[in-house]
C-alpha cells in the first residue's frame, strides 16, 4: 500500500498563484498545468524517494517539474508525504521549516 500525498495550505495557496498567473494569458494552460503539478505530486504516493535530498534540510526532498521544484518531506512511520511547496527554479531557494 502506498503513501498518502498531503499538501500543506502553503503549497495550496503557491499552486492557486502559479495557475492565476498562467491563467491572465491562457485558462487551459494554466488548468492543464496545475493539474500536471498535482499529478507529478502524486507520484510520491508510490515512489516517495522518487525526488532527491534537499541538501539545506535533511528531512525534505524535492523533485523536478520543469520549471517548478515540488518540496516535500516524507513521513515514514504514518506513510504520509506531505507537499510542502511548489518553488520556481529562477527564484532563489525558498525557507522550508
Do not use: T
Not at 1 to 30: D, S
Not at 40 to 49: D, S
Not at 80 to 87: C, G, R, Y
Amino acid at each position: 500500500m502506498g503513501y498518502q500525498v498531503i499538501f500543506a495550505p502553503q503549497a495550496i495557496e503557491r499552486l492557486e498563484e502559479i495557475v492565476r498567473y498562467i491563467a491572465q494569458n491562457n485558462p487551459r494552460a494554466a488548468e492543464k498545468f496545475g493539474l500536471h503539478l498535482v499529478d507529478r505530486a502524486g507520484l510520491l504516493a508510490n515512489f516517495p524517494e522518487l525526488g532527491r535530498p534537499y541538501r539545506k534540510r535533511g528531512n525534505v526532498r524535492r523533485l523536478w517539474c520543469k520549471p517548478y521544484w515540488i518540496y516535500y518531506r516524507v513521513q515514514r512511520d504514518e506513510r504520509i508525504v506531505e507537499v510542502m511547496e511548489f518553488w520556481h527554479s529562477a527564484r532563489r531557494e525558498p525557507e522550508i521549516r
